[in-house]
């Protein structure tokens, strides 16, 4: 499983963009790029999953650049509920230990 | 589907008492996760099932820790005797395979608390 580094956290307000680079500089070719969500008392939750470029879904959108070295994940105007720890994954199926690191805590303020 | 199910929500016991958490996968997972976390250590992978088979337990802290999983709509965690550092909040969580470019699924977790 890639180590990755992203930071512990950011603070924003709401109607900004939020971008939270992750750096995973010994990913392999077969591996994917995942972010999770957890908010407060609740289970992480998959928001995003990405291989190479750009991938965009309703909640974020996911930039990779073409070394793959690192990952964005960006999250468009947001809101005092998008306050969560945001977790970036970089593995393969073979990588049963579906293992989270520290995430990132995002504090949306009014 | 109504999600991954755990029971129950909160738990507080005594040191030394058996404490047994429940978790209802997704109806077609064939996998199985059961995970801690605590402000420490964060989200940590105790165990996971594959079709009902424990496939990796190398996570699971102790021999006071137990998982089992009798059918593919029911797993259990078992801590015996339970002490105070035990203390967390335990999730379950389901995918339908293996592989990271898959979705697992949580539970709303269950929380311990041991005094």
């Known amino acids: 499983l890639a180590k990755t580094t992203q930071p512990i956290s950011m603070d924003s307000y709401e109607g900004q963009e939020v971008n939270i680079t992750c750096s995973h500089n010994?990913?392999?070719?077969?591996?994917?790029i995942t972010w999770y969500q957890q908010f407060p008392s609740q289970g992480p939750r998959f928001i995003i999953q990405g291989y190479k470029t750009k991938v965009t879904n309703e909640v974020a959108s996911l930039f990779i650049p073409a070394d793959r070295k690192s990952s964005t994940l960006s999250l468009p105007r947001v809101s005092l509920s998008d306050t969560a720890v945001y977790y970036c994954?970089?593995?393969?199926?073979?990588?049963?230990?579906?293992?989270f690191g520290a995430g990132t805590t995002v504090t949306v303020r009014a | 589907d109504a999600g991954v199910i755990q029971s129950p929500r909160h738990e507080v016991t005594e040191m030394g008492q058996e404490v047994t958490l429940r978790c209802k996968p997704i109806?077609?997972?064939?996998?199985l996760f059961w995970y801690r976390q605590t402000m420490m250590r964060g989200l940590e992978l105790l165990i996971y099932?594959?079709?009902?088979?424990?496939?990796?337990d190398s996570g699971m802290p102790e021999d006071r820790f137990s998982a089992k999983m009798p059918n593919a709509s029911f797993s259990t965690l078992k801590i015996q005797p339970s002490e105070p550092r035990d203390s967390a909040v335990y999730f379950c969580?389901?995918?339908?395979?293996?592989?990271?470019?898959?979705?697992?699924?949580f539970g709303q977790g269950t929380r311990l608390t041991v005094v």
């Open positions: 010994n990913i392999a070719t077969n591996d994917y």
């Open positions: 994954l970089v593995g393969d199926q073979r990588d049963y230990k579906l293992s």
């Open positions: 109806s077609g997972h064939d996998y």
């Open positions: 969580a389901s995918s339908l395979r293996y592989a990271l470019n898959t979705e697992a699924f």
């Open positions: 099932f594959n079709n009902n088979v424990p496939i990796d």
